[in-house]
């Protein structure tokens, strides 16, 4: 089955500092990789997602690029924000249909002001 | 984006009694609803797929006995803790899929004492 590895666990920038949050996944037949923001208590909340068939996607501060050669994908943050603050946790599956994501372990973002 | 809906957010019962979690989806039909289970700083786990008008799939390793799972309808999936215990305790999350994107509703907090 699908693998999702993300990195790092925890990062910590100043605010105004960009953020950049890997994954890698392990299945080739993935082409659908969203990501959520979990704030503390609350449920995921989808921000951004990316197909198989783009190479970045970008809105406002957030930015996602893929490359699907070597698996990995990336959420990029730019001029972050306290309000920025939460666990960020990528996902790979095969979209369409029903399916199931694989998610990664979560990354926390802590902004300091 | 699509509005999943959780009730109740916060749950204190006492060991031995059940629970019932319920999940809506408030502007999509959805054929599909997953369960999620979350500890403290780590990555959602799922549970099962409810799938309405037939059984739920469970993981391995999660008591179908014990997380009675109801998708009587195309916006209503309920989650029932039966007999709970102490070590039931956790952050329970559910989600709904619309054209292939999985929307989280905003968790329920169990503590059973």
């Known amino acids: 089955g699908e693998n999702v590895e993300q990195h790092p666990s925890t990062l910590s920038v100043q605010e105004g500092d960009s953020a950049v949050i890997k994954c890698t996944y392990s299945d080739s037949a993935s082409n659908y990789f969203p990501w959520y923001k979990q704030e503390l208590g609350k449920g995921p909340q989808l921000i951004i997602d990316i197909r198989s068939n783009v190479g970045e996607k970008k809105d406002q501060r957030i930015a996602v690029t893929l490359n699907k050669t070597a698996k990995h994908f990336s959420l990029h943050i730019t001029e972050t924000q306290p309000e920025d603050s939460a666990v960020y946790f990528c996902a790979a599956s095969i979209g369409g249909g029903s399916y199931i994501p694989t998610f990664g372990r979560g990354t926390s973002l802590i902004v300091h002001p | 984006g699509a509005v999943v809906s959780q009730h109740p957010s916060r749950v204190i019962c006492k060991s031995g009694t059940s629970v019932k979690i319920e999940c809506r989806s408030l502007?999509?039909?959805?054929?599909?609803m997953f369960w999620y289970r979350q500890f403290p700083k780590k990555s959602l786990m799922l549970m099962a797929t409810?799938?309405?008008?037939?059984?739920?799939?469970?993981e391995q390793g999660v008591e179908k006995d014990k997380f009675l799972i109801n998708h009587a309808s195309l916006t209503l999936s309920t989650l029932t803790v039966t007999s709970a215990h102490p070590e039931d305790s956790s952050f329970y999350i559910c989600?709904?899929?619309?054209?292939?994107?999985?929307?989280f509703g905003a968790g329920t907090r169990l503590s059973v004492l």
């Open positions: 502007d999509f039909q959805a054929t599909t």
């Open positions: 989600s709904a899929q619309e054209r292939g994107i999985q929307y």
């Open positions: 409810s799938n309405e008008g037939s059984k739920a799939t469970y």
